[in-house]
């Protein structure tokens, strides 16, 4: 069965600030990864996608890379800004699902 | 925006009742999946819909159930509720295939008491 892992839990820096979120699962045979953003009690906003075959994606600040054989995923995220603050979840899909982690809650300070 | 809208947004019912979630899946999608997010938890999958049929389910119990309809929006069932099943109830849709996007709609926060 497919599980995933997010550390840290949680996390505090100040404005300005690089970061890495890190994912990891138990299972290398995933469709793709796709990492989501999740504001307080709102739904989930899809930040990147990897395929499988893929190692890396970019999308203004954030990179996201995916090592499938040893079953980890980072989230790079640069010059953090307050608005960064949201709680980061990654999701494995596997066949017809995603499994998910319980999240990374970042919160950047001003 | 994603173009995934759930209702209601937001309510409450009575233990031993039953309720109705809806969700519209974005414009081309045709595949819908549920997941039930409890409070600090990742979200756990209850089952998707492709073609108006059940395309894979979750460790949900049968009070769980779903519908597709022909335009692909989504209603999701949930029979004689229980305190546990406060969660928020998440709609995602995407084409059918392995390597494709989900989106995700707001959610709907049901509170049983």
């Known amino acids: 069965k497919q599980e995933v892992t997010q550390i840290p839990a949680a996390l505090s820096v100040p404005e300005g600030e690089n970061l890495v979120l890190n994912c990891s699962f138990t299972?290398?045979?995933?469709?793709?990864l796709q990492w989501f953003r999740q504001d307080p009690g709102k739904g989930l906003t899809s930040l990147l996608l990897?395929?499988?075959?893929?190692r890396e994606q970019t999308s203004g600040r954030l990179n996201a890379s995916l090592d499938k054989s040893s079953g980890r995923s980072t989230l790079y995220i640069a010059a953090s800004q307050p608005g960064d603050s949201a709680t980061y979840l990654c999701?494995?899909?596997?066949?017809?699902?995603?499994?998910f982690g319980s999240g990374t809650k970042l919160n950047v300070k001003p | 925006e994603t173009g995934v809208t759930q209702s209601p947004t937001h309510l409450i019912k009575t233990r031993g009742q039953q309720v109705t979630l809806r969700c519209s899946s974005q414009?081309?999608?045709?595949?819908v999946s549920w997941y039930q997010q409890a409070l600090g938890q990742g979200p756990q999958f209850i089952f998707q819909?492709?073609?108006?049929?059940?395309?894979g389910r979750g460790n949900f119990p049968p009070r769980f159930s779903g519908l597709q309809f022909p335009n692909y929006s989504s209603e999701l069932n949930v029979n004689a509720l229980e305190l546990d099943d406060s969660a928020l109830y998440l709609c995602?849709?995407?084409?059918?295939?392995?390597?494709?996007?989900?989106?995700f709609g707001q959610g709907t926060r049901l509170t049983v008491v």
């Open positions: 414009s081309g999608h045709n595949t």
């Open positions: 999701a494995v899909k596997s066949f017809n699902k995603f499994y």
């Open positions: 299972d290398s045979a995933i469709y793709n």
């Open positions: 995602a849709s995407s084409l059918i295939g392995e390597g494709t996007e989900a989106f």
């Open positions: 990897i395929q499988s075959s893929q």
């Open positions: 819909y492709y073609r108006e049929e059940e395309n």
